[in-house]
């Protein structure tokens, strides 16, 4: 499950990382920066046309298929599971031909009701330090990723996504919606939480963009790719969010900050 993350990233740099020319940046549609990207808000996607040009834009999280009677639906699409992503009918057609790349700073996932913060392991925290934290999975990384293993500008992840545009049927504007895929966690991560977003590695970006290539063909492959990209990942818990859409709080980098739990006294 993925369905709070960050992306702090200058819309410039997110293009050239993605191949996106200048006229491809859709900068009116585009989020601005946060910590605290909830579901049913605008995010930044970047999809490919079938003329082999990239955009990068904003898109509504929550995916809905364009055979909807509606814009509101009666469960949750801000996740696709990629074991049936390709069966089900809300994401067969997005799977097979509309698929993005969802960039993030780093995402959040649950153990019970305590977040952590998972994030590429040449991030720091924003205190200067080193965000590793206590994570199982620290191992003895060297703290880069190189281009062919993951899309990276100072930690940048790039979660596989699909799209879908919809209009309500009595007329209206077209709207970009889209849902990030997840996949089985592991290792480190699988100690938080049971799910994980997918990650789509560098040099599987192009087949995953590509509208002529059929999605169905490229799950599995980019999933277990991906998942070795999501073991290298530092993560940390961090102090409770606050409500979605909540404009009160505070939706910027202090919400990643470590926390450290005291450990109980042993009085024996």
Request: net charge negative.
């Amino acid at each position: 499950m993925c369905r709070r993350f960050a992306l702090d990233l200058d819309w410039d740099a997110a293009a050239r990382l993605f191949d996106v020319d200048d006229d491809g940046i859709d900068a009116a549609a585009l989020p601005a920066p946060s910590y605290d990207f909830a579901p049913r808000q605008r995010i930044a996607l970047v999809a490919q046309g079938r003329d082999g040009r990239r955009h990068l834009t904003g898109a509504h999280w929550s995916l809905i298929p364009r055979h909807s009677m509606t814009f509101e639906l009666p469960y949750p699409t801000y996740n696709a599971r990629v074991e049936s992503a390709g069966s089900k009918p809300t994401f067969a057609e997005s799977t097979r031909h509309m698929r993005a790349i969802i960039p993030a700073t780093g995402y959040y996932e649950w153990h019970g009701r305590r977040p952590f913060y998972f994030h590429a392991p040449d991030f720091h925290a924003h205190d200067g330090t080193d965000a590793s934290g206590d994570s199982p999975d620290d191992g003895s990384h060297d703290g880069t990723l190189t281009m062919a293993g993951t899309l990276a500008i100072a930690g940048t992840l790039a979660m596989a996504g699909l799209y879908s545009w919809w209009r309500d049927p009595a007329g209206g504007p077209w709207r970009l919606t889209a849902t990030i895929v997840t996949c089985p966690a592991v290792d480190g991560p699988s100690t938080v939480h049971d799910r994980m977003p997918m990650l789509v590695p560098a040099d599987m970006t192009a087949a995953w963009l590509d509208p002529t290539v059929d999605g169905n063909t490229l799950l599995e492959p980019v999933c277990e790719r991906g998942t070795d990209l999501s073991r290298r990942l530092r993560f940390h818990e961090v102090a409770p969010l606050p409500e979605p859409g909540d404009g009160g709080h505070d939706h910027g980098r202090s919400l990643i900050a470590p926390i450290n739990r005291p450990e109980q006294p042993q009085l024996f």
